[in-house]
């Protein structure tokens, strides 16, 4: 099976991207042919994305995702921007899909709130280029936080609609969503998703200090009542706030609630804030110790770019000999 995914480095990474789209790609990657990239390309549809800052960034996720334990030895690390067969086929793609199902996504109508009239026109066509990323691999399998589900379904629209028009070139992927950690929500509203571009006290950088992992959980809302119970209906925040305990604890949600019965908000976040720092420590100080040889970095992304883009450039001269572009 080939397994595909990526992050955005529109900042740095938060416990939300880790345990929703990383952490399946550690197990994944053991046994499948993987490819996991940068996507910077994604990362300049927001506006503070650009600069000295996306190259930062850039590297530091490629750092993050070595010390979370991604191997270059076994699965494929690049950076988006590096191969514009990406961006080719994305144009391609954008001819095969209405505007109408752009305009329908979720996240686009999301973004349209946030940004109104002044919105660019990349947020629209995201999907066009993502469906490329996935497709241009022939990936099977798109490990995703649950907010990019919709996005894959329409990746399989759009491989289905090509292959119907032009013939058989692409698989149909599908999403594989975590069983829990898909949708982390944010600490200071917990009807929202955790999102890095959303005020930092709303999320849990994954390289957080951590004094700052402390007073974040402190502050984090919490529900009416002081009981430590699971109820995303009556209480979304303790909720959240339990699926981050069990996530790095690995106890389960009940043993949890045990475990806090009758000791209130205070204490249970106490012991949360210290079990984030103790589970973080050692992949930040990994992280650090890779940012120190930045070539090194750079030269494991250029040899994952080499052997990707040769098969990105088979698909798109498969592509477009099916269209009758010609090549
Ligand atoms: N809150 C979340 N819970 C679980 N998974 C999440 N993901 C994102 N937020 C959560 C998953 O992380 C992967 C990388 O996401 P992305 O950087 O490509 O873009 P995103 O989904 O838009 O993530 P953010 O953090 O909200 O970034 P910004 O603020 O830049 O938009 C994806 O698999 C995503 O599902």
Redesign the pocket.
């Known amino acids: 099976m080939r397994v595909l ?4 480095p ?2 740095l ?2 416990i ?2 880790y ?4 952490s399946q790609w550690l197990q994944m990657q053991e046994k499948h042919d993987c490819f996991f990239f940068i ?1 910077d390309l ?2 300049i549809t ?1 506006p503070t ?1 650009y600069g000295p800052i996306l190259a930062d960034n850039t590297l530091d996720v490629a750092a993050s995702y070595i010390a979370a334990g991604l191997n270059p030895k076994k699965c494929l690390l690049y950076v988006q921007s590096d191969i514009p067969e990406h961006t080719e086929l994305a144009w391609i793609f954008s001819t095969l899909i209405p505007l109408g199902e752009l305009e329908r996504m979720t ?1 686009y109508k999301d973004l349209q709130k946030k940004y109104g009239s002044s919105i660019n026109a990349g947020l629209l066509t995201y999907p066009a280029l993502m469906a490329a990323d996935i497709l241009i691999y022939k990936a099977n399998a798109v ?6 589900q919709q996005h894959v379904e329409l990746t399989r629209t759009i491989a289905r609609k090509f292959n119907s028009k032009f013939g058989k070139v692409f698989p149909e992927p599908i999403a594989i969503i ?1 069983k829990s ?5 944010s600490l200071t509203d917990p009807s929202k ?6 005020p930092s006290q709303s ?1 849990i950088g994954i390289f957080d200090a951590p004094q700052v992992i402390k007073e974040k959980i402190m502050r984090a809302t919490t529900d009416s009542g002081s009981e430590i119970k699971f109820d995303e209906k009556n209480k979304p925040a303790i909720s959240n706030l339990l699926t981050i305990y069990h996530l790095f604890s690995q106890m389960t949600v009940s043993s949890i609630e045990q475990k806090f019965k009758g000791k209130g908000y205070a204490s249970f976040k106490t012991a949360l804030a210290d079990l984030i720092i103790e589970k973080l420590q050692p992949l930040q100080e990994k992280q650090k110790q890779l940012l120190k040889n930045k070539e090194k970095l750079v030269s494991i992304l250029n040899a994952g770019t080499k052997k990707a883009r040769l098969i990105a450039q088979k698909t798109l001269k498969e592509v477009k000999r099916k269209i009758g572009l010609i090549v």
């Open positions: 995914s990526g992050v955005r529109t900042s990474l938060h939300g991207n345990f929703g789209a990383i996507a994604h990362a927001e994305s996240q490990p995703v936080g649950e907010d990019q975590a950690g898909a949708r982390l929500k998703k955790m999102s890095k571009s959303d999320y």
